[in-house]
């Protein structure tokens, strides 16, 4: 683990929770309104099958809602994972996907 990651003698935790972008009736435009009751339910779960991760434990915490990820990274358009929602049938390919000419001999 990256000293600069954590304080000494502290850890890190990486909890992922996969969330709709569209909420029913009420649009993305609610998660500036619940991303963090949804968080804290969240970590209440986690602490039910971790007894030890007590909330007197958490130093620091980072929330990134659906929305959150959308306005930060233009590749999460509708919070699409793996470029522009290509699970969710779309069939453009990015340009990053593009092929490139690679330094090859052999």
Not at 9 to 16: A, K, P, R, S, V
Not at 52 to 73: K, Q, T, V, W
Request: net charge neutral.
């Amino acid at each position: 683990m990256a000293l600069s990651r954590s304080l000494l003698w502290h850890g890190l935790i990486y909890l992922y929770l996969f969330a709709p972008y569209a909420l029913r009736n009420v649009g993305p435009q609610k998660w500036d309104d619940i991303e963090k009751d949804v968080a804290d339910d969240f970590w209440g779960q986690v602490q039910d099958l971790a007894t030890n991760m007590g909330s007197g434990i958490i130093l620091e915490r980072a929330i990134y809602s659906p929305l959150f990820l959308e306005r930060h990274d233009a590749t999460m358009l509708k919070c699409g994972i793996c470029q522009i929602g290509i699970y969710n049938g779309y069939n453009r390919k990015p340009s990053v996907f593009r092929l490139a000419q690679l330094p090859y001999s052999g």
